[in-house]
């Protein structure tokens, strides 16, 4: 008892009656908020100790007759109460939990402390500027948001590269109907021509935070626009009217043509002047009906942030003055009268020179302008085209260039005939398996520029003379398909020469305008991060690649009650990679505890010309690919089952799928059944911070006797970072090495064609082989493979490989004649046989006549056949002129440098590469071509 008593007069010693705290938290954290005494409840009585947490009149928390109470939505630890500690945690601060708090400690019924904390919750704001264009030297309206923000006020400062172009403005904002606060900075601006590539910022400061958004503006210059009309022969014919317009920026524009005030249909290109600005001429031919119509014809040129577009007008009857009926005066009549009779003389002079401009009128041709297509896009065929009209059109030939270098039909494929003598290594047979042929590489894109090693692909077209009236007139369309490259077709233009057949002089030429070749972007998923400076903040990144041309925008979005901006940065001017190629990427930012909820929507939507729809991109908050290793097992004598495992590990979130597979038919696993019994999961085990690993295992019957029948056992894996699951597949089989032969099998044909074979015995499972050939360094090649049971039961695996060697690029009519290739059921036999003439089942005379017969039908055309494909269809162009390959063995070219001495060539080299998962290095074969070999060639 006199314990009791000296305890609790140290205590009134001690009494704190007040203190007082102030906690700042951020929406969505936990806040702790402190109430401690010198106490230790093992040394006093627990039931004369009472502690009570007040807020607002309302309580929070109690602690009386050693029993506690706490309201929901708080948390303390009752641990700690024996030192003195009794603190509490507010879970999830919101604003509906500022306040002061109170918290009192008695001992019985004296009040030992007592203090009070204010909790108060402080966000920072998001910071966005909406894209928009301004116009050049005219009014316009910046805007910078902040929103969700608490508590107010907020301020704004607008930076032209790092300097302050307006005062600091301070704004409290609006209220939301969250409780927090959004506000709107705007910034009026004069945009000049220096303020392009110009880095602009608005500085937001928030409670002693600063955040800075930079941008730079996207600026309209307007053009000038002038009409004007091309005359034509006839008021009967159609018009074709110009507009030209001057001095515009930004390329991407529209131009809408109007009569009367009404809208008419549409038509296309543009070219850059020396101060960066770009200028245009767009036609809009008139028909007959529209013309004789008249009235006021308006170009209106439409550009991004202009409300009122720039307008060119005239009326038809200035542009295009009709004929009139005319009134005569007496004296005007005489007039006319003595200038008749003068006309009647100079006719009858000039009479005897008219029959010898008849021909010449015979000739006269009207040849329309270069007909572009509306997109030109990578890897996507185009067509351009000409329609040339007159009488003698039967007679007209044309001629393409691009940017003045002549184009040349390259969409030609075929095979060539070779004699096979065996003259190297007549140890072993080689055989070709039935029906398998030699096809040299004709490849779809042929040379446009031999000079320079430029490829392209051209197909040339001619339709007609088709009739186009009944005055004789006929009409010629002559076009050209291509597939555009950007290395080639960037800023490139498309000539056509006409001229008569037999003659050299050009009648006419016409050029196309500049067009813009587009790609569009490839764009990558959403890449998560830390940030390396603080890991209570995600960034994420997407990529776009393989875009033209450079001008792309990227667009964040998150999910919040309605859509809005999430504050982002592209790569700014980016740069072309070797192909000609742009790559960009955009980066976003969050707070990791959004992004682990799971919950919170996040994407971006990526625009550009060259898509049709923008392409989106979206995640779920923080994942992390798992990483599956190889199928390990487990075998013993003394237990009759088998185990396999495999660890998956690196995961995030948790949730993961694994399935066992059972394969069945073999190495082409055509069948798959579900193992039912014997599968475990074991964990997911947290290894670090939000990652996980699990182990799982599979335990099924060890059939030891049918181990040499094909199958195996496959684990997949599926994770919500998966687009695909992930498979690992274990072989039920033996591993058996093949029996590899000493030396590679070679025979050559009369042409230069040589054939290397290899012949594989025996071996589980199939063996991996890789052919190479050339001098100092090699290059890989073409190969076929076939497999067959032979006389000794074993499996034979087959492979050849057949290549032309060169010193140099083939000639013109080598090319066209190494297109023919060998039919052959074997393209070496044994050596002890005399001479073979042609492997395929035609004679020597038969396959020449039919080589003659191509060559004549060739040159009595005098073209290639293509004026004969009225086929519009782009995609049949090549079908129709391809002939059958199939079973052909491809003839790979090896191009030899020279050797150390200019009069030497390299020697020809060929190796294979023979890889095996029962050899534990990869094994090779070679061979080399003889020295003697050189010196005769």
Sequence with gaps: MQC?????????????????????????????????????????????????????????????????????????TTGHFRNGDFSVSVLGVSLSLQGVYECTIRYNSTVLHSSTV????IASPSVSIPQQWMVLEAESQLKCHADGFYPPPVSFTWTRDGQVIQPTQQLDGDKTPDGFYAATANLTYYASRGDQNVTFGCKVNHNGT?????????????????LSAIPSPSSNSPLTLYCHV????????????????????????????????????????????????????????????????????????ELDPQDEAPVLTKSAKASVAMMCISLVLVFLLCFGFSWRRRDEKQKSLAVSGIILPPRVVVGQKGRVSVSIEGRRVDR?????????????????????????????????????????????????????????????????????????????????????????????????????QVSYAGKDKIVMERASERFTVLSAPEVSEIQLAETPNNSEVICMTVRASHFHPDVITFRWFCQGGELSPVASQASSSPRPNSEGFFSASSQCKLPRTELEQ??????????????????????????????????????SASDPMLNLGCEITDFYPPDLTVTWLKVRGGERDDSEDEVMEGAELWGPVEINPRLYRTTATLRTANNREKRQRVGGIKCRVEHLSLHEPIERLWRNIDIVAPSIPSSISVCWSSEGVGVFSLLLKGGHPKVKLLWTAGGTTLSPLES????????????????????????????????????????????????????????DEKLDGENNNNEEKDEETKSSDGHDGSDDD??????????????????????????????????????LRVVVELQHPALKLPVYRSWTEPNEEISSM
């Excluded at 010693?13 to 938290?25: E, G, R, T």
């Excluded at 600063?210 to 002038?226: A, C, D, K």
Aim: glycine share 8%; hydrophobic share 30%; aromatic share 8%.
């Design 4 to 76: 009791k008593v000296l305890v609790y007069v140290v205590l009134l010693h001690l009494i704190n009656n007040v203190f007082s705290a102030d906690i700042q938290a951020r929406p969505n954290t936990n806040a702790s908020l402190p109430c401690n005494v010198t106490l230790k409840l093992d040394e006093v009585d627990q039931a004369l100790v009472e502690v009570n947490w007040v807020s607002n009149g309302s309580g929070v928390a109690s602690f009386k007759n050693a029993t506690t109470h706490i309201k929901d939505g708080f948390f303390w």
């Design 118 to 121: 204010t909790l108060s919750v």
């Design 210 to 226: 600063n955040q800075e958004l930079r941008f730079q503006l996207n600026i309209t210059y307007s053009p000038t626009v002038r």
């Design 246 to 317: 001057e001095s515009f920026y930004p390329e991407e524009m529209t131009v809408s043509w109007l009569q009367n005030g009404t809208v008419l249909p549409d038509p296309p290109g543009t070219e850059q002047n020396p101060d960066g600005t770009f200028r245009t001429t767009r036609y809009f031919t008139l028909s007959h009906e529209q013309r004789w119509r008249g009235g006021e014809v308006e170009c209106a040129v439409n550009q991004p942030g202009v409300v009122q577009p720039a307008r060119g007008s005239a009326y038809l009857e």
């Design 396 to 496: 007209v030939q044309t001629a393409w260039f691009l940017n003045d270098t002549p184009i040349f039909d390259t969409s030609f494929t075929g095979t060539s005939r070779a004699n096979f003598n065996c003259l190297y290594n007549p140890l072993t047979t080689i055989h070709l398996p039935y029906g398998l042929t030699l096809t040299s590489p004709a490849p779809e894109k042929g040379p446009l520029l031999p000079s320079s090693g430029e490829m392209g692909y051209y197909k040339l077209h001619s339709q007609g003379p088709l009739h186009s009236s009944g005055s004789g007139v006929h009409q010629l369309i002559s076009s050209l398909t291509f597939i555009p490259q950007i290395s080639i077709h960037k800023g490139a233009v498309f000539k056509c």
């Design 598 to 635: 799971g919950g919170t929507r996040v994407w971006v939507s990526v625009h550009h010309i060259a898509l049709k729809q923008p392409v989106t991109r979206e995640t779920r908050g923080f994942i992390k690919q798992p990483r599956v290793s190889d199928i390990s097992y487990a075998t």
């Design 784 to 839: 076929s493979e076939t497999e067959e049971m032979g006389d000794d039961g074993q499996r034979e695996l087959k492979s050849v490989c057949a290549l032309e060697r060169s010193a140099q690029a083939l000639s013109r009519s080598n090319k066209r004649r190494n297109r023919r290739g060998i039919k052959t059921k074997a393209a070496v036999t044994d050596p002890d046989t005399e001479g073979i003439a042609y492997i």
């Design 870 to 907: 009225d086929d519009d269809d782009d995609d049949d162009d090549d079908d129709d002129e391809r002939e059958d390959a199939s079973g052909a063995l491809y003839i790979n070219r090896v191009n030899l440098t020279k050797g150390s001495r200019e009069s030497e060539r390299a020697r």
